[in-house]
């Protein structure tokens, strides 16, 4: 008769991890399988963002915000633009902030898409990836045809967007959201009632809704506690104020919750497009009066909207130069990605994947 | 390819807004010449050229002796002496030591008078504006308080702070948010806690207060758990490397409210530091590291101080204005 012998065992995953979504990498001590102690590791990506920056004109800087958030980089186009508009106190012409919307939107249901597909397939669905990634594809062909790009954009500007919608566009956009509502209870009939992935998502990674808050938590990380609070609503910025929306929320704030809200907010990000197409001016400008030689006035500002990911901010110090002095991104990825050490401790190793996968994160964006 | 294209949208804005352009240009002239008709935010720009420290430091600290003189009723020389070295950099009065407080005032008043004629339209406008915000009670208190003697040299210095604003400016939406802010703080932690406060109009007036750095953590947890506050949310945090001193920024929100607040807290640079928050609000934890690692400022009391995004060897802190890269050609 001999005793078995136990020891702690440290296990590293990533940075290279079809898992980890990028490169991030996690240091995990197992007692058997369950996590008694996970140290994130990052800054694989880190590009100096922000020290690029300051010697770069505005303009110049809107290309490095698309690879930021790369799955999102519409949205980190507004931030920047928006921030800079404020301070300056521009003003954009209708028609070039409904197509900002409308491309945000757009980014949002296509961000939600890749999320949706990596998300299955770290729980161990293969087909629902092909699915969400062929209407991803609509997207950014769409977005292929406005700008030219199918993922870092640069399509917006200090003062309007880059390009006028093609021809036949906003039909074109019009025709997609209308097949997309049904493509979305295609995947709930798909998913959503599964009873492995069930079991495998609910009650998984709950928190409540003052650690949350505590952690500072945004975006569905935040909904799926309950807390209604979405910068679209209760901060309104662009032309949100002139729709109608609802903002879902959770309730116990574990996994399912998450999944359940940001499928939600698909529905309603098509609902807001919905509205917009129909409200879009048919003429007008693109682009706004805006000086040869951007140069925000001597003072500091800090702007944030609701990107698919969280709240996304911008903090810029600026001292009448055209390079900023200072700027700072607020990146949701970065700041939700902190709770995930208290969340895996007394889990199991296969929950990591489920955990790290729910709370959405995109490397280049926790990096900067 | 990229580089055709970051050109061609700015040969696109030279047509489009050549027209406001030029407009614009004269208007920069104008800042040197006379400060009268343009906002304090752009005035500030061209005067001060290069420096960026006092760009920051006069915006801040002017309207700071404006919140002391009117709103929270203290009178604090000392600020309102800043105030005016600030403003001394207005051409427009260039022997301003050598008069009398009295003499001051009529001057300025003066000067806000002729102001208002130069700009009868605006102000007809603003006017409306005033009459909207008139039951506030900041509104209230300015105009007695600029206009009594008694007041002697917080008043009317106060008010000469603002003469870069355009004239009948109502007070901002939110000076009573903030003048409470600062009465809770002064009361409850400490009375030097607060350095200076003032409104950031351009972002939405935010409240903004600098806290001294020895009463930070105290503030902050009274920020976090006071009822009227009730800022439980921190959303943003942003160290800065103003050359002559760092600051670290905290944006705060409170979730029931909806309340906005910037909280600023200066260090000196040759061995920054500032109380760490972490205790108060989890989310600080590795935003204080990256300001750390990236900047290189102490945030003692914090549970893991570690750089985050730069390799645990690295040498230096690359944010740093004199940081220099080890092998240029990177």
């Given at each position: 008769m001999c005793v078995i012998r136990t020891e702690e065992l440290l296990l590293n995953?990533?940075?290279?991890?079809?898992?980890?979504?990028?490169?991030?990498?996690?240091?995990?001590?197992?007692?058997?399988?369950?996590?008694?102690?996970?140290?994130p590791v990052m800054g694989y990506l880190h590009r100096g963002t922000e020290k690029l920056a300051e010697s770069l004109n505005y303009t110049q800087i809107i290309p490095y915000t698309d690879r930021m958030d790369y799955v999102s980089a519409m949205t980190n186009n507004y931030v920047l633009v928006h921030a800079v508009?404020?301070?300056?106190?521009?003003?954009?012409?209708?028609?070039?902030?409904?197509?900002?919307?409308?491309?945000?939107?757009?980014?949002?249901?296509?961000?939600?898409?890749?999320?949706?597909?990596?998300?299955?397939?770290?729980?161990?669905?293969?087909?629902?990836?092909?699915?969400?990634?062929?209407?991803?594809?609509?997207?950014?062909?769409?977005?292929?045809?406005?700008?030219?790009?199918?993922?870092?954009?640069?399509?917006?500007?200090?003062?309007?967007?880059?390009?006028?919608?093609?021809?036949?566009?906003?039909?074109?956009?019009?025709?997609?959201?209308?097949?997309?509502?049904?493509?979305?209870?295609?995947?709930?009939?798909?998913?959503?009632?599964?009873?492995?992935?069930?079991?495998?998502?609910?009650?998984?990674?709950?928190?409540?809704?003052?650690?949350?808050?505590?952690?500072?938590?945004?975006?569905?990380?935040?909904?799926?506690?309950?807390?209604?609070?979405?910068?679209?609503?209760?901060?309104?910025?662009?032309?949100?104020?002139?729709?109608?929306?609802?903002?879902?929320?959770?309730?116990?704030?574990?996994?399912?919750?998450?999944?359940?809200?940001?499928?939600?907010?698909?529905?309603?990000?098509?609902?807001?497009?919905?509205?917009?197409?129909?409200?879009?001016?048919?003429?007008?400008?693109?682009?706004?009066?805006?000086?040869?030689?951007?140069?925000?006035?001597?003072?500091?500002?800090?702007?944030?909207?609701?990107?698919?990911?969280?709240?996304?901010?911008?903090?810029?110090?600026?001292?009448?130069?055209?390079?900023?002095?200072?700027?700072?991104?607020?990146?949701?990825?970065?700041?939700n990605l902190q709770i995930l050490p208290k969340l895996l401790v007394g889990e199991s190793m296969t929950n990591l994947v489920t955990i790290l996968g729910g709370i959405d994160i995109v490397l280049g964006e926790v990096d900067c | 390819m990229s580089e055709g294209e970051r050109k061609r949208p700015d040969e696109r804005e030279d047509d489009v807004s050549a027209a406001s352009a030029g407009e614009q240009r004269t208007g920069a002239l104008e800042d040197g010449v006379s400060a009268v008709n343009i906002g304090e935010r752009r005035s500030g720009a061209p005067e001060d050229g290069g420096s960026a420290v006092s760009a920051g430091e006069k915006r801040t600290e002017a309207p700071e002796a404006g919140a002391a003189a009117t709103g929270a009723g203290t009178s604090r020389p000392e600020a309102a002496e800043t105030a005016a070295d600030g403003a001394r950099t207005e051409p427009a009065a260039p022997a301003r030591r050598k008069e009398t407080e009295e003499e001051k005032a009529a001057r300025r008043k003066a000067a806000l008078e002729a102001r208002e004629a130069a700009k009868a339209a605006k102000a007809a406008a603003a006017a409306q504006d005033a009459a909207a915000q008139a039951g506030s009670p900041g509104a209230a208190q300015a105009g007695p308080q600029a206009a009594s003697p008694g007041a002697?040299?917080?008043?009317?210095?106060?008010?000469?702070?603002?003469?870069?604003?355009?004239?009948?400016?109502?007070?901002?939406?939110?000076?009573?948010?903030?003048?409470?802010?600062?009465?809770?703080?002064?009361?409850?932690?400490?009375?030097?806690?607060?350095?200076?406060?003032?409104i950031n109009e351009a972002n939405?007036?935010?409240?903004?207060?600098?806290?001294?750095?020895?009463?930070?953590?105290?503030?902050?947890?009274?920020?976090?758990?006071?009822?009227?506050?009730?800022?439980?949310?921190?959303?943003?945090?942003?160290?800065?490397?103003?050359?002559?001193?760092?600051?670290?920024?905290?944006?705060?929100?409170s979730l029931d409210s909806g309340h906005n607040y910037a909280i600023k807290v200066r260090t000196d640079r040759d061995r920054p530091s500032v109380p760490s928050v972490t205790p108060v609000w989890e989310t600080a934890n590795w935003n204080e590291r990256e300001i750390y690692d990236l900047l290189g400022i102490d945030f003692p009391g914090h549970p893991d101080l570690r750089r985050i995004m730069m390799p645990d060897d690295w040498e230096g802190h690359p944010l740093r204005k004199d940081y220099v890269p080890l092998d240029p050609e990177v």
């Open positions: 995953v990533g940075p290279q991890h079809p898992s980890t979504h990028g490169v991030f990498r996690i240091i995990v001590k197992l007692d058997g399988e369950i996590i008694t102690e996970a140290t508009e404020k301070m300056m106190g521009l003003t954009v012409p209708e028609r070039a902030e409904f197509l900002r919307l409308i491309v945000m939107e757009l980014q949002r249901i296509a961000s939600h898409l890749v999320w949706w597909g990596t998300y299955l397939l770290d729980i161990g669905a293969l087909s629902p990836f092909l699915y969400a990634f062929n209407d991803r594809e609509r997207i950014l062909q769409l977005f292929n045809e406005l700008c030219g790009a199918r993922l870092t954009y640069n399509y917006m500007r200090v003062g309007g967007v880059k390009w006028d919608a093609p021809e036949g566009w906003i039909d074109k956009v019009k025709a997609f959201v209308k097949s997309m509502y049904g493509k979305l209870d295609d995947y709930h009939a798909l998913v959503s009632g599964n009873e492995i992935f069930l079991s495998r998502i609910k009650g998984v990674g709950a928190y409540d809704a003052e650690t949350a808050i505590a952690y500072g938590l945004s975006g569905a990380n935040l909904r799926s506690t309950g807390v209604k609070w979405d910068l679209r609503k209760n901060e309104p910025y662009s032309l949100y104020d002139r729709f109608e929306f609802d903002v879902p929320v959770g309730r116990n704030g574990d996994c399912y919750d998450r999944y359940v809200v940001r499928m939600e907010e698909i529905r309603q990000s098509l609902r807001i497009l919905e509205q917009a197409l129909e409200q879009f001016p048919p003429e007008g400008e693109t682009m706004g009066k805006v000086p040869r030689v951007i140069r925000p006035p001597a003072g500091e500002i800090y702007v944030r909207i609701e990107s698919p990911r969280g709240e996304i901010g911008c903090y810029i110090v600026s001292t009448g130069k055209a390079e900023p002095y200072r700027l700072k991104f607020r990146r949701p990825s970065f700041v | 002697a040299s917080a008043g009317p210095a106060g008010a000469a702070a603002e003469t870069n604003e355009p004239p009948p400016k109502p007070p901002s939406p939110n000076q009573p948010r903030l003048d409470r802010a600062v009465q809770l703080l002064r009361e409850l932690v400490a009375d030097d806690a607060v350095e200076s406060a003032s939405d007036h935010l409240p903004t207060l600098v806290v001294r750095k020895e009463r930070w953590l105290q503030a902050a947890k009274l920020f976090r758990s006071h009822e009227e506050l009730n800022a439980n949310y921190l959303r943003n945090v942003t160290g800065v490397d103003y050359e002559t001193h760092m600051e670290v920024v905290y944006h705060l929100l």
